[in-house]
């Protein structure tokens, strides 16, 4: 069994076991609360982690099934003090452009523009070769009233349409939850324009990076 290690700017990914057996038991979903910011739907078959991302909020993987989760946060407020007029889907935009870092071959469509529980939000996928695995990343951004949150799931392409409505289940699933931080004069169906990160920062970079294995 072949191990990859992945490291991209926006995350330092998991080691994926690419297995032949995608067969378990009846699945379950459970709601869970994160850091008193979101909820979400989540599978019993995810494990937590601590090696995907270190600025995540939730991590989680099961290299069993080969599939990977993070959740992450920024602040509106910091966000704006960069550039006014940095719109949600330029964010989304963004966060494409650091996940292509290291791959080849990449195919990505553009987002759709949808609501997830009353809030604003940007879907798309990222299709791309890494070391010759073709892998496929669900990339959901969502804005909140206080934080905009960035949703990545990630499987390899073969596995993918074993999981989709796993994935798709779990971000929708997504609300946020009563925060005692609100940015006055944003609103849920029509954020305020982002500002633009640094051109020399990447705005989810781990402070410690795994090398490759």
């Known amino acids: 069994m072949r191990r990859l290690r992945l490291v991209f700017p ?47 909020e939730l991590q989680l993987q099961n290299s069993g099934k080969d599939l990977c989760l993070i959740v992450r946060k920024n602040d509106w407020n910091e966000l704006r003090k960069r550039r006014a007029d940095f719109v949600l889907e330029d964010y989304y935009d963004v966060s494409i452009e650091q996940l292509k870092a290291d791959l080849e071959k990449i195919d990505a469509p553009g987002p759709d523009s949808i609501s997830i529980n009353g809030l604003p939000a940007f879907l798309g996928t990222l299709t ?9 990343f669900d990339i959901g951004i ?24 796993d994935i798709m289940r779990i971000i929708h699933s997504f609300e946020e939850m009563e925060n005692p931080i609100q940015n006055e004069g944003i609103q849920s169906d029509q954020p305020e324009p982002l500002s633009q990160p640094d051109s020399n920062q990447t705005l989810s970079q781990p402070q410690n990076m795994p090398s490759d294995q």
């Open 128 to 136: 791309g070769n890494f070391k010759g695995d073709r892998l496929i």
């Open 142 to 165: 969502i804005a909140g009233e206080s934080y905009l949150y960035q949703l990545v799931l990630w499987t390899s392409a073969e596995e993918r349409p074993v999981y989709q409505a």
């Open 10 to 56: 926006l995350m330092a990914l998991c080691g994926l076991c690419f297995s032949a057996c995608n067969s378990w038991t009846k699945v379950e979903f459970r709601e869970r609360e994160v850091s008193e910011l979101f909820k979400l739907d989540l599978p019993d078959y995810f494990d937590a982690t601590d090696v995907l991302n270190q600025e995540a």
